[in-house]
């Protein structure tokens, strides 16, 4: 459910995390009745350490540099920017309403979103989508509820300003690594999924069930606790931090130290999904979820796939965001994609949003 802020034939789609930008340019191609989409710019560029945290933007110098680096990388000449918020500025709710006239179901919603937004209606703005579900009442209808505090959009609108670009489309990046997995894996649509997408300060679990999401959640978690976690109990610089957290061999340093850190980590961020997932069941009907999907740069880690099939009994996999994406091998390092795919998934999302590729 983006919002657009202007029209505009070409859009490209920037991720800006707080560990590195991601962008993407997607050309649609129609064949008959089929459209099928050719991967047409990217690029990567990691931000300064802490110049984002969680969600926030804490050096606009920093970030807007970045952004212009990125941009730069991609050789794209588009400067209409479709981009993506998370984090504790956004509540993603499912509420049932009573089913009336469509000419009074906007204001209505509107009004039936009060007691589930914990903000003023001043201090966001809203936007919702409506669902037809089987598990709905006849009289009523079901909507996802999405509501972004307006001082974080404005920082991020202000950053694309300062940037010199413009923002086209904004969305939520939980909504967008489901529009990801969507686009790319058929066989999920009519599936009951958990999306965990874990990035540098923030995982974003999606739960979806038919193609429609019936619960998301931000955890302020992510990559860096990794990092953090054996920066002080090995007593090492960040950079070294990072290297052995990726499974890189640096001098001095135990990887069997190494693993009993990040073991430590990961039972931590599995009991935060375990606890979602508890949640998720206790307020819903059809509690099933037949798939875990991962993606987020920390889905790179070695044996993260053991570490969560040790707690969920459920097959679990980590996505490719570029399986459906037509890849010119001249143009693109195949390996690179390959090896940096789960990083891309947030603006594989933004990018067929901004091609028209949504619900």
């Not at 050719?38 to 970045?66: H, K, N, R």
């Not at 991609?74 to 998370?86: A, D, R």
């Not at 179901?105 to 903000?119: C, G, K, S, T, Y």
């Amino acid at each position: 459910m983006p919002l657009s802020f202007m029209k505009t034939k070409k859009i490209v789609a920037l991720d800006i995390g707080s560990f590195g930008l991601k962008l993407i340019e997607l050309k649609p191609k129609k064949k008959g009745k089929e459209i099928s989409y050719e991967l047409l710019s990217m690029a990567y560029e990691p931000v300064p350490y802490q110049s984002i945290v969680e969600g926030s933007i804490m050096d606009s110098t920093a970030v807007a540099d970045a952004i212009q680096h990125v941009f730069l990388e991609s050789k794209t000449k588009t400067n209409s920017v479709s981009f993506g918020v998370s984090g504790s500025s956004v509540i993603v709710k499912r509420i049932d309403v009573q089913r009336l006239n469509p000419n009074e179901m906007h204001e209505h919603i509107l009004w039936e979103a009060r007691p589930h937004i914990p903000f003023t209606p001043e201090e966001v703005n809203i936007d919702y989508e409506i669902i037809e579900s089987q598990d709905t009442p006849p009289d009523k209808v079901g909507v996802i509820l999405a509501a972004v505090k307006k001082e974080k959009l404005n920082d991020y609108l202000n950053i694309i300003a300062i940037s010199n670009k413009h923002a086209a489309i904004v969305d939520l990046d939980s909504f967008a690594v489901l529009n990801s997995v969507l686009s790319n894996y058929e066989m999920y649509r009519e599936r009951s999924l958990a999306i965990i997408n874990i990035g540098a300060s923030i995982t974003n679990v999606v739960i979806a069930r038919g193609g429609y999401p019936v619960f998301v959640r931000d955890i302020a978690f992510g990559g860096n606790h990794f990092t953090d976690h054996i920066q002080k109990e090995l007593n090492l610089k960040y950079e070294k931090a990072e290297s052995v957290k990726k499974g890189r061999q640096v001098e001095g340093v135990s990887p069997a130290a190494v693993k009993q850190v990040v073991n430590l980590i990961f039972n931590e961020l599995k009991n935060e999904i375990k606890k979602t997932f508890e949640f998720y069941r206790s307020n819903t009907n059809e509690g099933r979820i037949d798939n875990i999907l991962l993606s987020g740069g920390t889905a790179k880690l070695e044996s993260i796939i053991d570490y969560f099939s040790q707690e969920f009994d459920i097959p679990i996999e980590i996505i490719n965001p570029f399986n459906e994406i037509e890849i010119n091998p001249k143009k693109f390092d195949l390996d690179f994609l390959k090896d940096m795919a789960p990083i891309f998934n947030v603006v594989m999302g933004l990018a067929l949003r901004a091609v028209g590729d949504a619900k």
